[in-house]
């Protein structure tokens, strides 16, 4: 079933975009399952049950965070992820350029726009992440290697809707590039999940996160 899933959305996934099997609340034999099928790219939402699959899955997975991460749980997550998907604040950024920088790490990272309508308020707004961008460029964030953008649409049935989020996340990423032609690795654009994903191509996503299309409901 696994198998078949993963193989049913990369048919539909253009050359450009790729799958990252969010597998949060699911046990180390479903993602095994999913790596025997190809897969190698996995997303953990939360820094402690990330730190505890690590080792239980071959060396060749990569892992994206795309959780809420507490400046005090770095070091369950920067170690072993290749991009943490999910900054939504500058205090978060300015904690992990710390960390790279005692670690001699560059750690990559999207910046978290907040787009949906929905009452939860992660995220940056587009005025701050054109802020961020341009001190990163002027310096700031030695040890931060800023990759693009992520955002989460509007949990809802009304196309019209999420259209107008990822709309307005492809409109910051274009600006982003226009205005700051030195980000030269600013080129992820992170959108859609299970019941939005094909949404989120018509916009140009690159990542799309899908859990529950790929592994079925959440286990725990
Ligand atoms: C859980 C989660 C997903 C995947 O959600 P599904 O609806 O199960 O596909 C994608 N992105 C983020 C940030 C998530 O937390």
């Known amino acids: ?27 180390v034999e479903k993602l095994q399952e999913a790596y025997d099928a190809g897969q190698r ?8 049950e990330m730190a505890a699959k690590v080792p239980q899955m071959p060396a060749d997975v990569q892992w994206h ?21 999910s900054v939504d604040t500058l205090r978060l950024l ?14 990559s990272v999207l910046l978290e726009q907040h787009i949906s309508q929905d009452a939860t308020k992660q995220g940056f707004t587009e005025a701050e992440i054109l802020m961020v961008l341009t001190q990163a460029v002027r310096g700031a964030f030695p040890h931060i290697r800023f990759c693009g953008l ?10 019209g809707v999420i259209h107008g989020d990822f709309s307005r996340l492809a409109e910051t990423f274009a600006k982003a590039h226009s205005m700051l ?3 030269t ?19 140009g996503s690159t990542l799309v996160r899908i859990g529950t299309a790929i592994f079925g409901p959440r286990e725990y």
Do not use: C
């Open 185 to 203: 690795e600013f080129k992820e654009l992170s959108m859609g999940m299970s019941d939005d994903w094909p949404l989120a191509l018509e916009h």
């Open 94 to 107: 300015v904690s992990i350029e710390r960390w790279g920088a005692e670690n001699e790490r560059t750690v």
């Open 41 to 48: 790219l996995f997303a953990e939402s939360r820094p402690q």
């Open 150 to 159: 992520m955002g989460m649409a509007t949990l809802t049935d009304d196309s």
């Open 181 to 183: 032609p030195e980000l």
């Open 1 to 27: 079933m696994i198998a078949e899933n993963l193989l049913n959305i990369k048919s539909k996934l253009p050359s450009g975009t790729r799958l990252v099997a969010v597998s949060k609340f699911h046990p």
């Open 65 to 85: 965070f795309i959780g809420h991460l507490q400046t005090n749980k770095l070091k369950l997550v920067l170690p072993y992820a290749t991009l943490v998907e």
